[in-house]
């Protein structure tokens, strides 16, 4: 019998976010076959289907509209991972593609899993044993739609171990403010409040460090999608053309899942970037192109980056630029232009100039998307990153809780207030590598300072 | 052969309070002690509350008990500790009459009715499937009841060592009990040993008091009790407490009798607490501090004894007294007796329930040290909850359990059954998650509804508190409500050096600023409304409006952090579940969960040694 038998059926992607051609989205639960057949067409039904099979076919969305073709393994409970009916899903590996699918499987009467809870299913069923499960909750909280089998990477090592020196250099300063509560009879020194806040301000200093790391953890992890957008004819497909003959960066050409939109994916310096062109998009209100409009503009408005293209010919497009600027953050928007072998450029209205027909520029084009992907600082290896949305919100959580502290201080309040901040602060970093006891505060007081009137 | 309801075993502070709680919920009741003069006798020193410790004496007095009353009626000096801090934190202490303390608390239990007092030792209990049905006494007598609170102190195989030289006694001066312990352990349960230890008692007459820091009671003084009435207080005429340090050259002193220690050769095996280390202890683990601050502390006013806190030690007799003539004001000083250290027997309070009955022998209740906990009132605060629940428990009625959000002693009772304390367990106001909640300014408001089902708050008493809370709670709607143009506060915020107004504001907001006071802007205001007038006139109703309208956005955060924890309280886990069957749960946590039975799941995440993954499990495995 399984012990979780009467689980509701759960959906999450399987595999690492990032570089790949294919990703795997895991259901699991005993819905699972209905649910998928409901929106995946193949040569026969999945609950027909005997276990361990693999079945082609297409995922349509509920308005019947076609979102990818995908390969479907299932396997019928107990012989899965979680030991439960399983079906697990590859697709092309776009994070948007990757999306879609699950927001569609979402609405089959399946909920999105818990952090790690795929294991704790396989766990119950007892399809892996003790030092996998404990392995995995370490990690609890953290990247757990990544599957079991999915290594845990040296980033993460280096991240549990960074928050986990911040949050004990938290509870040092807690039990100083502990301390002067519990212990004010005692003929001890107290922290000054002063000292107080410069901890605090330290802690909040390496936090920040670890929070901006996140968009460049991002990028490692999940890539950079690229929205390439010009006025007809400045040489997108040239540019793409260019790449696809020339680039020794180019690792595959995955036609668009949508007539109007082309995708390319390049690796620049290990980190990958996806260029979607969104091939006669102009920006009109033209009715017939209304439907491509909205694409583009829905294009832009995911995307990273914008590769804003302009000609040397027709110079810098003003009405294009109002336009992108009013959709996206002008941050992330890279001016380039093309043709720079028919004339020099006006240089101060573009970053990058380049020839998509003789390659001059390339290069030059390569570390500006790279620059401006991962910002200017730098992260060596052994720099803890934050790769993970819960991380980078656990993050922030404690960042907030801590500026807090910091003003309950400047009010001149008393330790129990700053306290408070405090310890949700050390929560929130606790949340992180899944430690919680209130008992270290007073543990560390006992150890470090002579109590005891 | 006599029979009474519920039979109580020692006459210290959580016997006085487990008997005087379930006598007058109306069971016949029978406290047991050795010495009847020894009635709630403060073995250590000679004071009651402090931090945390404060708390709880406000939580007890807010239930119907009698410790705050007797500390106010014994009290030789009051203080507010913290008062420099946020009122959460503030916590009253006294220094107290030890003679007058015993007498009061005895002249309590005999003006009591269905108590009686029985001279005796008992040496076993009886049970019958399970099921507590008497004890036997040392005198050979059989006595008969339906619930047994053991409340035993130190006094279990006690066992008191001064040097190397070690003598049978639970006191100075007192017998052990022997022979419980053991019929305890052949019903099946475990128990260990714990070590505390005491200072050596100093002759006042002898001490150079002229050149040591005085320190004073506060004045006014502050009562414990609600009972109190502010006429009489205080009882007793008020004396102070002196301060003076130990150096290097009593260090060295201290460090010649190593050798004879019974804490260093190992004679003693007991754990002892770690916040209240012996002065041998204190200067072996913190070498680097100079010197260790000892307060020199009445023991009554008729007393001879003078108790020297900060020094308690196990040393020989004769190098704590060369040792304490060389601390300043002390250098002629006699010492009437030397300090040491005491080991008794505890029952790792795993083995208890959150009612403080015992998981296996229905009827058994343990309260105080033999839950491994130090203090007469954390000992005084489980008293009252096992004889509110041996009672109601006779009677048939519903258990009394507190939830760490309510109470100090929730905190407490869910710490010794979760996390089985295996060193000597004080409370913290660190302990308490809820600590801008549990304050002693609000005891009564917390906690006086239970007094009052159980009987053991005057309805004079509880009606006063529910005018009260309507009060309060009508004038926090007005203030909310209400502004107050800048004209009208202006000149105050000015002298209270705090930003002036430009435009109205409303009362609430205004209140917030850390050093602008609620009775000075409702004066300013001029409001001419019947509930502010009335508000202005309650003191008490005055500082909980205030209180909760300046901590708001700290007590809201608070329960942020709470809530998460909350949910998991609710979670129930079947009585006798078997943790054997998940597989999945690590070898520790599921030894740990077999052992305390948590009731909920956020009892089980608290249990040290309970990892987040094993809750996990344990969370889908009762959802399924």
Known sequence: MLLSQNEETIVALATPGGIGAISVIRVSGPESFRAIDNIFSGKQKLVNSTTHTIHYGKIYSVDKELVDDVLISIFRSPNSYTGEDSVEISTHGSPYIVQRIIEIILSQNVRLADPGEFTRRAFLNGRIDLAQAEAVADVINSNTEASLRGARNQLDGLLSQKVDSLREKLINTSSLIELELDFSEEDLEFLSYEEVEKRIKEIIQELDFLISSYSFGRVLKDGVNVALVGEPNVGKSSLLNYLLKEARAIVSEIPGTTRDIIREELVIDGILFRLYDTAGLRFTEDLIEKEGVFRSKEAVRNADLVLFMNDVISGFSENLWIELKSITDPERILKVVNKIDLRNPQKDLFDVGISAKTGEGIELLFQALKTKALGTKTYSEKSAVVSNIRHFNALENAKENLTTALSSINQKLSGEFVSVDLRNAESALGEIIGKVTSEDILNNIFSKFCIGK | ?624
């Open chain 2, 1 to 624: 052969m006599k029979k009474f309801d519920i039979i109580i075993v020692g006459g210290g502070h959580a016997g006085i309070e487990a008997a005087l709680s379930a006598a007058q919920m109306g069971c016949s009741v029978a406290i047991v002690t050795m010495d009847i003069s020894a009635f709630g006798r403060m073995s250590c020193n000679p004071a009651i509350g402090g931090s945390a410790k404060g708390h709880l004496v406000f939580e007890i007095d807010a239930l119907g008990g009698f410790m705050g009353l007797i500390a106010d009626k014994s009290g030789i000096q009051f203080r507010t500790l913290n008062k420099s801090k946020g009122p959460a934190v503030w916590a009253g202490r006294s220094q107290n009459d030890r003679k007058i303390y015993s007498e009061i608390a005895l002249e309590y239990v005999i003006n009591s009715k269905n108590i009686e007092i029985i001279e005796d030792s008992i040496t076993a209990a009886i049970e019958e499937n399970k099921k507590i049905i008497g004890v036997k006494t040392l005198k050979g007598n059989e006595i008969r009841c339906k619930a047994l609170i053991v409340c035993s102190g130190t006094f279990l195989n006690g066992l008191m060592h001064t040097g190397l030289s070690s003598t049978k006694g639970g006191r100075f001066g007192e017998q052990p009990s022997e022979g419980l312990t053991k019929s305890i352990v052949d019903m099946g349960f475990e128990s260990g040993r714990l070590k505390t230890g005491t200072p050596p008692r100093l002759n006042k007459k002898t001490i150079n008091w002229k050149i040591l820091e005085e320190q004073p009671g506060d004045i006014p003084p502050i009562p414990f009790s609600k009972k109190t009435s502010a006429e009489n207080f205080p009882y007793l005429p008020q004396v102070s407490c002196h301060i003076t340090y130990t150096d290097q050259s009593v260090h060295k002193i201290l460090e010649k009798g190593f050798d004879r220690s019974p804490l260093f050769t190992g004679l003693i095996g007991g754990t002892g607490p770690r916040y209240c280390p012996s002065i041998e202890d204190k200067i072996v683990r913190f070498s680097d501090k100079e010197r260790h601050q000892l307060f020199l502390e009445p023991e009554g006013l008729d007393s001879e004894l003078i108790y020297i806190n900060g020094f308690s030690t196990s040393l020989p007799a004769d190098i704590q007294f060369e040792a304490l003539r060389k601390i300043k004001g002390l250098e002629e000083v006699e010492m009437i007796r030397p300090g040491y250290a005491v080991e008794y027997d505890y029952f790792p309070p795993y083995q208890v329930d959150l009612t403080l009955e015992t998981k296996i022998i229905e009827g058994l209740y343990f309260a105080g040290q033999i839950n491994g906990t130090s203090g007469y009132e954390e000992a005084a605060a489980q008293g009252i909850v096992a004889g509110i629940n041996a009672a109601l428990k006779i009677q048939k009625r519903p258990e009394f359990v507190l939830k760490r959000s309510e109470a100090y002693i929730g905190v407490l009772i869910d710490d010794l059954v979760g996390k089985s304390t295996n060193e000597p367990y004080r409370m913290f106001t660190s302990r308490a998650e809820h600590r801008l909640l549990l304050r002693q300014d609000n005891a009564d408001r917390r906690l006086m509804k239970y007094g009052f089902e159980f009987g053991l708050i005057s309805n004079e008493m509880y009606n006063e508190l529910e005018e009260r809370e309507v009060l309060i709670s009508k004038s926090k709607n007005v203030i909310k409500q209400t502004k107050i143009i800048p004209k009208q506060i202006n000149s105050y915020l000015n002298s209270v050096q705090t930003p002036h107004l430009d435009n109205s504001e409303s009362i609430e907001k205004i209140v917030k600023r850390p050093e602008v006071g609620l009775k000075s802007v409702l004066n300013a205001a001029e409001n001419n409304s019947v509930v502010i007038d009335e508000l202005l006139n309650d003191p008490k109703a005055l500082e909980q409006v205030e209180i909760e309208i300046k901590y708001d956005g700290y007590i809201q955060r608070q329960m942020e952090l709470i809530s998460k924890m909350e949910r998991n309280e609710d979670i129930l886990i079947p009585l006798n579940f078997n943790y054997t069957r998940l597989k999945s749960i690590s070898t520790e946590g599921r030894e740990k969960l077999s052992k305390v039975k948590p009731r909920s799941i956020g009892q089980a995440a608290r249990i040290s040694g309970v990892t987040p993954s094993d809750i996990s499990v344990l969370l889908v495995y009762l959802k399924s």
